[in-house]
């Protein structure tokens, strides 16, 4: 009986599959890394608005990552009140951490 278990291949690939870990530093790493939370809080607002109210705001919309990616980078202010956020060179946040910072803020 030298037969393998069908189990056993059925295993070895869902073990394949796992091995897709995700990355080290996930994107609420880099909010707080980037200082983004001494601004920002997940459900109230802090010097802006929070991360829940700013998904609900744009989540779905076509673009809204992007544009929201370029907001954050160049900075601005008028859409929640005159408070505004400063720039947010890519020195603090580069541009793939921006852009999964972003796509986490519209998961929220
Ligand atoms: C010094 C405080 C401060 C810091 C630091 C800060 N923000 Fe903001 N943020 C604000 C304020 C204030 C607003 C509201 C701006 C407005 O009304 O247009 C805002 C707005 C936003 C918005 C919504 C923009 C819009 O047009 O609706 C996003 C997204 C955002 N911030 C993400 C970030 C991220 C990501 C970081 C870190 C890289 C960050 N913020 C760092 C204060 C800050």
Request: aromatic share 4%.
């Amino acid at each position: 009986m030298t037969r393998r278990h069908p189990w056993a291949a059925l295993a070895a690939g869902a073990l394949a599959c796992g091995l897709a870990l995700p990355a080290a530093a996930g994107p609420e790493t880099a909010l707080g890394t980037a200082g983004c939370t001494a601004c920002h809080a997940q459900d109230k607002k802090l010097v802006g608005p929070a991360w829940k109210d700013i998904s609900a705001k744009y989540k779905g919309q076509d673009g809204a990552a992007t544009a929201l990616a370029q907001k954050v980078r160049a900075g601005g202010k008028g859409v929640w009140g005159p408070i505004p956020m400063p720039p947010n060179p890519a020195a603090k946040i580069g541009d793939a951490d921006l852009a999964a910072a972003v796509g986490w803020i519209l998961q929220q």
